[in-house]
């Protein structure tokens, strides 16, 4: 079966730093581009950043640019998302998603066409 479990997340002060994780179950994750995205309370879903199959190519949403990294560990079938200098406009559930495409090696996007999602893992970001 395949899964994505994220993991990582919970109450952290505004200034603070996180990271989550993103790891595969029932498949290889090193054929696959794997983008997080972030709903907020109240919000649609927005992609934030994706990374190829290979890690040699990633790409951000504007409004994370900075405070936002994404690596992987194709040996751990692990994604991560660190975030530094959190806000409280940070907050929200956040997911892992993964594709496999002839591009997954030099491509990927922030938009929601990925073929598995995980279940998300909450940020929450308060005094």
């Known amino acids: 079966q395949f899964q994505l479990v994220e993991s990582g997340g919970g109450l952290v002060q505004p200034g603070g730093s996180l990271r989550l994780s993103c790891t595969a179950s029932?498949?290889?994750?090193?054929?696959?581009?794997v983008g997080w995205f972030q709903q907020a309370p109240g919000k649609e879903r927005q992609g934030i950043s994706c990374?190829?199959?290979?890690?040699?190519?990633?790409n951000y949403a504007d409004f994370v640019k900075g405070r936002f990294t994404i690596s992987r560990d194709n040996a751990k079938n692990t994604v991560y998302l660190e975030i530094e200098g959190l806000k409280p406009e940070d907050t929200g559930h956040y997911y892992c998603a993964a594709e496999v495409a002839y591009y997954s090696a030099y491509y990927c996007r922030l938009s929601e066409e990925y073929d598995y999602w995980g279940q998300g893992t909450q940020v929450t970001v308060s005094s």
């Open positions: 990374i190829t199959s290979n890690g040699e190519t990633t």
């Open positions: 029932g498949f290889t994750l090193d054929k696959y581009a």
